[in-house]
């Protein structure tokens, strides 16, 4: 009994040191501007919640475009737009009661009619606002997404010059110009787009802004005699790693602050990517694609309001959640079998504690920033319910001895199955947690570009199952079909993902170390008779 006491006052002290160590600021930043400086300028869409230009019956009120700019306007000087529908026709007007400049964007895609929409409107508003708007920027990455040849795209270029009083260009990502320079002969000057994190070989939040001053000069130097701005650059804040390049609250505040002085070093002009977090891009890009922005979505507030960022701002209340439910878990452990417990079983309680107590926490952060639509909230919902369950049920197993039944003996013919509740609960945490696991694994093979590596609470879940399979004497038996399929299936995918994701992908190995544990799990069932 003291040893179990022992090992829970260890474990409530590695909740609170680990979830110290992670709550800590990261960073204490100027960010995003010095005292007196604002930005250059700023990508600004005005679409909040479920708005969505995905759906072409969506209209932006003036008032809220007025609200959102009240707010740029204390820390940008200019916003970037990308169109002229949804109701973002009003932008310039109302920028200029704000003393804000635009970069006024028009959309060009491969259906001709609509580039005509767009280039009127654009036009009439640099007509209108002409001391408002900075130049207009005819089509953005309409090479890249290939809706437009070079060609068709300077032809239009050139139209629009001929008929605004303002600067003209056309942005895209650097690569592009580089392929079509062709089209610098029609721009007053060349707007490029370097996203570090997008980069085709990742670039780590600490080498940004080096990439983007190398990036830049190469542009430079290859078009001599064109102003050469930077119409994009910025760091998510959430989202699944990219090799190294880790998206993160920290990450963000410093990407931003670095391509800035940078900037100011090299007196380049720098867009910064985006205003506000845009939700409807996640169903487009994953969790990563809605977390550009400087500030937060729902609140509408900047996310960095104090002088210091940290990645989990409510880590104090993570901490003590975490503590509690360390002491929950101690409680079953010694209800069911306490006083003359092994060492070794106060060990896997120990682990199965503090495996909970750091990442179902974590878990919960994350659920609302992964979870997309009423498929993705079951998803994480029931990660959330395993792993707050397996460690209980698990713990009760190891205290009692049980062994992990077959899952032949929980779904096979009624002559084998067990009678015994604790261990069908058990083969049901397993089940539950292999198809969740398998959902997750399978998945970052077949799709893996945009998907998140949950690695939180499949750890909470697993951990407990490796306990308890290594602690306990596992049943007399043969092992059973899904057993073998399940391990099989499991070890593959790791053998994918890995190099796929890289070494420097910290979320992906974790994750594959944690199919790497469920599969040692499964491999050691055993109890199908015969």
Excluded at 19 to 44: D, M, V
Excluded at 145 to 155: I, Q, W, Y
Excluded at 317 to 327: F, K, N, P, R, S
Excluded at 482 to 508: C, D, F, K, R
Aim: glycine letters at 8%; one cysteine or more.
């Amino acid at each position: 009994m003291r040893f179990g006491l022992a090992c829970l006052a260890i474990a409530a002290v590695v909740i609170a040191g680990i979830w110290t160590w992670l709550g800590a600021p990261a960073l204490t930043p100027h960010f995003p501007w010095q005292a007196g400086e604002k930005l250059y300028c700023i990508s600004y869409a005005p679409f909040r919640g479920s708005q969505t230009p995905l759906d072409p019956t969506t209209r932006i009120s003036a008032a809220q475009i007025d609200e959102d700019l009240t707010r740029l306007a204390q820390i940008s000087n200019c916003v970037r737009t990308y169109s002229t529908d949804y109701g973002l026709d009003q932008i310039a007007g109302i920028a200029a009661r704000h003393g804000l400049k635009v970069l006024q964007g028009l959309w060009l895609s491969s259906h001709p009619e609509k580039n005509r929409e767009q280039i009127d409107t654009a036009v009439a508003l640099a007509n209108r606002y002409p001391d408002t708007i900075r130049a207009v920027v005819v089509g953005n990455e309409v090479l890249l997404r290939g809706e437009l040849s070079a060609t068709d795209l300077t032809t239009i270029i050139r139209e629009v010059k001929a008929k605004v009083r303002v600067a003209v260009t056309y942005a895209d990502v650097w690569e592009f110009w580089m392929r079509n320079r062709d089209v610098a002969s029609a721009v007053d000057f060349i707007t490029i787009h370097i996203l570090p994190y997008w980069e085709d070989i990742p670039v780590p939040a600490s080498e940004a802004a080096t990439h983007v001053r190398t990036i830049r000069q190469q542009v430079v130097d290859a078009f001599p005699g064109k102003e050469v701005i930077i119409g994009e650059v910025g760091w998510p804040s959430a989202g699944r790693m990219r090799e190294g390049a880790l998206p993160s609250r920290a990450n963000q505040a410093r990407v931003i602050q670095d391509v800035l002085d940078v900037a100011k070093t090299g007196n380049f002009k720098v867009n910064v990517i985006e205003a506000f977090d845009a939700p409807w891009k996640r169903a487009l890009e994953g969790t990563v694609g809605g977390h550009w922005g400087l500030f937060d979505d729902a609140s509408r507030s900047l996310k960095y309001p104090g002088k210091t960022v940290s990645n989990h701002p409510y880590w104090q209340w993570q901490a003590a959640g975490g503590v509690v439910l360390a002491i929950l878990i101690f409680v079953v452990a010694i209800v069911t079998r306490g006083k003359d417990a092994e060492p070794r079983a106060w060990l896997a309680v120990t682990l199965n504690a503090i495996a909970a107590g750091v990442l179902v926490g974590w878990a919960v952060e994350n659920a609302p920033v992964e979870s997309l639509g009423v498929g993705g909230w079951v998803r994480s919902l029931a990660m959330i319910a395993v792993a707050v369950v397996s460690p209980f049920v698990l713990t009760r197993g190891v205290m009692k001895a049980v062994p992990m039944p077959a899952l032949a003996r929980l779904f096979g013919p009624v002559e084998w199955r067990t009678s015994d509740r604790l261990a069908q609960v058990m083969a049901g945490v397993l089940v539950a947690t292999l198809l969740l696991g398998l959902l997750v694994a399978l998945g970052l093979v077949f799709d893996p570009r945009y998907r998140d590596f949950p690695f939180a609470p499949m750890t909470a879940a697993i951990v407990p199952l490796l306990t308890h399979s290594l602690v306990v004497r596992r049943a007399e038996g043969r092992r059973g079909a899904a057993e073998i399929g399940g391990t099989i299936l499991l070890a593959l995918s790791v053998i994918y993902i890995v190099p796929n994701e890289s070494l420097a992908n910290w979320q992906s190995l974790w994750l594959c170390a944690t199919f790497a544990a469920l599969a040692l799990t499964l491999w050691r069932v055993r109890g199908v008779p015969g």
